[in-house]
């Protein structure tokens, strides 16, 4: 990964991502409805459980 792909990544994922979940460069103490992170990276491991088992599923006949 060169610097260029590795600072359009922070820009635009993981500084979403962030802001999404009440982060900036600090946490937010505003009492807004921020997304809970914990869940999120949750639901995420669940999709890629699920989508591991499947790929692993198929290869079996």
Do not use: C
């Amino acid at each position: 990964m060169n610097w260029r792909s590795a600072q359009i990544y922070t820009i635009d994922i993981f500084l979403w991502v962030m802001a999404r979940h009440g982060y900036t460069l600090q946490r937010s103490r505003k009492k807004l409805p921020f997304s809970d992170i914990d869940q999120t990276i949750e639901a995420e491991n669940d999709r890629r459980r699920k989508e591991m088992a499947e790929a692993l599923g198929g290869l079996r006949q």
